[in-house]
């Protein structure tokens, strides 16, 4: 996997894009024969024979009882068609999720309280986990005359991946200390921010190289990418992140494990398929042949769903559980 130093490898997305929100279309090409939407998995909390205690609960508990019951919560993966199941709704192709959840209007709908006392937490957005990644991929790379050719396209927006000239970083790895020296330093360059007006901008370390930070992009409709070589077999083995080119070593410095951000757009040198993670789509949208889609949606890993061109994903495209 290399850096693709010429957008216009990308050029022939745009072609196929829209220019409105109306459908899926404005980052999904047209002209496929069938689609699939790969469902990002949300989460379940649970205790064993109660409901999980809300906010005001936990602060009235004892410390005692709030240790002991944090202890036994369960933290686990959760499909959308148990959701459903339990806040009484329906999975469908265009379902979303704050509807899916039952959420109030105005109210939150990442963290919703289910009527059996189970606690979900909404799906990624704009991303598919590098195991999910894997699967998805191990079908892409049997559905290609490519499959060890392609490109990958990363959305520029992901505040870590790209330094910039500017008075504040990418973004800070806070440290704390018992040592008084290093918390006046630390203090310091905190009140120092207020004078960077008066600084000349320096250069901002990202995930990438400033090379790559500040050549020009692919630009799709309202998004920005930076685009590198990769393939379906690249992603087909879940340690891909370990191989990528921006895998995330500044974290790694600091304690963190390793990670990369996943594809937001996918496609083989044949263009055989597109796969695509929109960031602001709890969901990975596959366009391809009927085989392709066939075989995603049957496979038990994940849980994928045929849509029609043309659909809309939006917040109010939901009418199944209005």
């Given at each position: 996997?290399?850096?693709?130093?010429?957008?216009?490898?990308g050029?022939?997305?745009?072609?196929r894009?829209?220019?409105?929100?109306?459908?899926?279309?404005?980052?999904?090409?047209?002209g496929?024969?069938?689609?699939?939407?790969?469902l990002?998995?949300a989460a379940?909390?649970?205790?064993p024979?109660?409901?999980?205690?809300?906010?005001?609960?936990?602060?009235?508990?004892?410390?005692?009882?709030?240790?002991?019951?944090f202890?036994?919560?369960r933290?686990?993966p959760?499909?959308?068609?148990?959701?459903?199941a339990?806040?009484?709704?329906?999975?469908?192709?265009?379902?979303?999720?704050?509807?899916?959840?039952?959420t109030?209007?105005?109210?939150?709908?990442?963290?919703?309280?289910?009527?059996?006392?189970?606690?979900?937490?909404?799906?990624?957005e704009?991303r598919?986990?590098?195991?999910?990644?894997?699967?998805?991929?191990?079908?892409?790379?049997?559905?290609?005359?490519?499959?060890?050719?392609?490109?990958?396209?990363?959305?520029?927006?992901?505040g870590?991946?790209l330094?910039?000239?500017?008075?504040?970083?990418?973004?800070?790895?806070?440290?704390?200390s018992?040592?008084p020296?290093?918390?006046?330093?630390?203090?310091?360059?905190?009140?120092?921010?207020?004078?960077?007006?008066?600084?000349?901008?320096?250069w901002q370390?990202?995930?990438?190289?400033r090379?790559?930070?500040?050549a020009?992009?692919?630009?799709?409709?309202g998004r920005?990418?930076?685009?590198?070589?990769?393939s379906?077999?690249?992603?087909?083995?879940?340690?891909?992140?370990?191989?990528?080119?921006?895998?995330?070593?500044?974290?790694?410095?600091?304690?963190f494990?390793?990670?990369?951000?996943?594809?937001?757009?996918?496609?083989?040198?044949?263009?055989?398929?597109?796969?695509?993670?929109e960031?602001?789509?709890?969901?990975?949208?596959?366009?391809?042949?009927?085989?392709?889609?066939?075989?995603?949606?049957?496979d038990?890993?994940?849980?994928?769903?045929?849509?029609?061109?043309?659909?809309?994903?939006?917040?109010?495209?939901?009418?199944?559980?209005?």
């Open positions: 996997m290399e850096w693709i130093a010429d957008p216009s490898a050029a022939w997305l745009r072609e894009l829209d220019d409105e929100w109306d459908s899926m279309h404005v980052v999904v090409p047209r496929y024969a069938a689609y699939a939407r790969v990002h998995p379940v909390r649970s205790l024979d109660r409901p999980v205690p809300t906010g005001e609960e936990w602060e009235r508990m004892p410390d005692g009882e709030r240790e002991r019951l202890g036994l919560l933290d686990e959760a499909t959308w068609a148990e959701a459903a339990a806040f009484g709704s329906v999975r469908h192709p265009l379902a979303q999720w704050q509807r899916i959840v039952r109030p209007e105005g109210s939150d709908w990442h963290q919703r309280v289910s009527p059996d006392g189970r606690e979900f937490t909404a799906p990624e704009g598919l986990a590098p195991e999910a990644l894997a699967v998805v991929a191990g079908h892409l790379a049997a559905h290609t005359t490519t499959p060890d050719a392609g490109a990958a396209a990363l959305w520029e927006g992901w870590d991946l330094g910039h000239l500017g008075h504040e970083p990418s973004r800070a790895f806070l440290t704390f018992d040592e020296a290093h918390e006046r330093v630390l203090g310091r360059s905190f009140r120092d921010s207020f004078n960077n007006v008066f600084r000349k901008p320096t370390e990202g995930i990438l190289s090379e790559i930070s500040e020009p992009r692919l630009e799709l409709p920005g990418y930076v685009l590198f070589s990769a379906a077999t690249d992603f087909a083995d879940p340690g891909w992140v370990l191989r990528a080119p921006w895998r995330d070593r500044p974290a790694e410095e600091h304690g494990p390793p990670s990369a951000h996943s594809p937001s757009i996918l496609w083989p040198a044949d263009r055989a398929w597109v796969m695509v993670s960031i602001d789509f709890d969901s990975t949208i596959v366009a391809g042949s009927p085989e392709l889609i066939a075989a995603l949606c049957a038990p890993c994940l849980e994928a769903l045929p849509i029609s061109e043309g659909a809309a994903l939006t917040w109010d495209s939901d009418e199944a559980n209005r």
